[in-house]
């Protein structure tokens, strides 16, 4: 019996074998080559989703604010951006600045809190 090699196909007298060789090749979740990362690691939501992150946010601050004792939410003004919210209004004293930053800061997917509050010693 004669033996022929030939690449990827072995030839045993007269009768012809298909073999094939191939190369291992490691596929992940993040497509054919591994060594490419999937992200660019930014996990921004599409802007749509964000919006309504960011009008969630701002009702669970307003919600937070309207429930704390001794602070008069009505005159603060919550928008949020990119999960950052911006408090403006007026506040009787510190102590109650103080009160709305940290009741805002506690409120899951607020990633900063901009102070723009003007504290007065009497609030008309």
Known sequence: MKVRML?????????????????????????????????????????????????????????RLASAKGLDAQRITVNTVDGVVRLEGTVRNESQRALALQAAREVRGVTAVSDEMRAATTVP
Do not use: E, F, Q, Y
């Open 7 to 63: 690449p990827g196909v072995l030839i045993v007298a007269g009768s012809l074998a298909v073999v094939t060789v191939t190369t291992p090749v490691l596929v992940s979740a993040a497509g054919a080559d591994a060594d490419t990362p999937s992200s660019t690691g930014r996990t921004a939501a599409p802007r749509d989703t964000a919006a309504a992150t960011d009008n969630a946010i701002t009702s669970n601050v307003k919600a």
